[in-house]
């Protein structure tokens, strides 16, 4: 019996949906820890990202993805691998698995993704464009005549698209995601306060006080780090306003994609998006008041997908399993893996 999987195999989290289960088998971040020059892979997921920053000589925290490229195909391999191990009991069944891609990426980078799938354990290997599996995962009909706005803040990327008919009309891609916000937040407080602080300190403020509008919460969080003069460990108190402000820059280019990609929708089509609005996916889209900046810049109303981070994976393992009719979405991978 065949397993059909979908995968998100993203910046900063990998998701991977069971579709003859119907559920998420993995939800952990993209990391591996990796021994020596051989680059084992030791530890993945969660496990290898409580390891970030304390690990010895000998051993690397590897992040193998990079804005939807893989960056390192060991590590990549190694880290998929034991995530398909680790959580699927029948290891004798075929693994057929669809991977959601960036739109518009080039044929080198979907060759290195399928390669590397393929290599982790899949006998055949299908790409879907992460719009389309967002807006399926999200449970939208993109088989219809109609146009749907999907909104994609990931880690990496923020990808907006208009799709229609099964397919991508209009896309845009910008840098402007999580991993740029929290950045956002570890340049205020080494400019303003003089204090170095980890990334995933960043990432915990941003959730906690990190907003798209301000005013929305008026909070105040404590930071620690290491002061760059004395070296020595340091906290520093830090407003919402002050996070808001420092990510003012990167929301606005989100906000611009939107824009960018409405203007060259075709008048067939607009006139759809105010019934159908606009869905948020994506880890990053769950930011405070992010629907309600976009639907007042835009004036078409915004929806949140029922589960923003997992929706990807879930819309390409429904893909892949023929659900819904959507398998056309799909397109196959040059090679398949040869017994």
Known sequence: MAIDLGIDFGTSSTQIYNANEEKIIVDEPTVAVTRGESREVIAVGTEALDMLGKTADSLSVLNPVKDGGITNFDVAVGLLK?????????????????????????????????????????????????????????????NEPKGY??????????????????????????????????????????????????????????????????????????????DMYSGVPKGVAISANEINSAMRDDINFILEAVRCVLEETPPELASDLIETGIVLTGGSSNMRGLGKLIKNATGINVYQAEDPVCCVAKGAGTAMAGKGGFRNMLTQATRRKNY
């Open 149 to 226: 706005v999907i909104v994609d803040v990931g880690a990496g990327t923020t990808e907006v698209a208009v799709v229609s008919l099964g397919g991508v009309v209009v896309s845009k891609s910008v840098r402007s995601a999580g991993d740029a916000l929290d950045n956002d937040i570890i340049q205020l407080i080494k400019k303003k306060y003089n204090v170095e602080i980890a990334k995933s300190t960043a990432e915990k403020a941003k959730i906690k006080l990190g907003a798209a509008m301000v005013g929305l919460t008026t909070n105040v969080v404590e930071l620690k780090g290491k």
């Open 82 to 142: 034991k995530f398909l191990d680790k959580n699927l009991n029948n290891v004798f069944s075929k693994i057929r698995a669809a991977v959601s891609v960036p739109s518009g990426i080039g044929d080198v980078e979907k060759r290195a993704i399928e390669e590397v799938v393929i290599s982790a354990g899949a006998k055949e290997v299908y790409l879907i464009e992460s719009p389309l599996a967002g807006a399926i995962g999200a449970g939208v009909d993109i």
